[in-house]
């Protein structure tokens, strides 16, 4: 399976996803693009921040390439246990994080559902990553380019898969400072152009070559 992109869950709340530097790592090796997210517990507007710069001091130095974004998915239901139910907090929450992305240079924007886009988040301010499986069988059932640049159609297989509407070059920083990967010697490490293994849900996201030119 070729990976044309990545985007990689680097926090979670104020922690470290304790996959994130290896996912940075392999991409880096096998030069896959790849962005970054936090999936945000934030009650409140400074409590995502804190998060967003809790994230932008993890990924110092990464070759960031595909955007920093914030999920604001509820999986677990935690926002709504603790009364984050209304479209006002919503909104509030997700523009304090990227605003605070943004001001560090990186292209941002908000992943949430559908059902949340429509509901809860109500700012045009920031790009949409659009969750939307229909019978996550694997295909794509919806067309969601009116709504943001890309597409999350499936966590068939065990992997998250998305459709992207642009090309990666928009999702660029405007001033990156990119940090090599060095073996003990202190030499840049070079590996065979060989293909990650298949990983857990939440750290691999791929998209195809023809799925791509298809929706172009």
Not at 129 to 152: I, K
């Amino acid at each position: 399976t070729k990976y044309d992109f990545v985007i990689i869950r680097a926090t979670w709340g104020d922690h470290l996803d304790d996959k994130a530097i290896y996912w940075r790592d392999k991409c880096e090796q096998l030069n896959i693009p790849y962005g970054a997210y936090c999936y945000s517990y934030s009650l409140y507007p400074e409590q995502a921040r804190q998060e967003a710069q809790y994230l932008i001091d993890t990924i110092k130095g990464w070759r960031i390439s595909c955007g920093v974004w914030c999920d604001m998915e509820d999986a677990d239901g935690y926002k709504a246990k603790n009364g984050v139910t209304t479209a006002e907090q919503w909104t509030a929450i997700t523009n304090a994080f990227c605003e605070v992305v943004q001001a560090n240079n990186y292209y941002t924007g908000i992943y949430a559902n559908l059902n949340d886009f429509t509901y809860r988040i109500k700012t045009d301010k920031y790009d949409r990553w659009v969750a939307a499986w229909g019978t996550n069988d694997g295909t794509v059932q919806r067309n969601t380019e009116s709504m943001g640049t890309m597409l999350q159609y499936s966590s068939y297989g065990g992997i998250d898969r998305n459709a992207c509407y642009v090309n990666l070059s928009h999702y660029g920083v405007k001033e990156a400072v990119y940090t090599p990967i060095n073996n003990e010697e202190g030499e840049l490490t070079t590996v065979p152009n060989t293909t990650p293994e298949t990983p857990e849900n939440d750290y691999l996201f791929r998209l195809s070559d023809k799925l791509y030119d298809a929706l172009k």
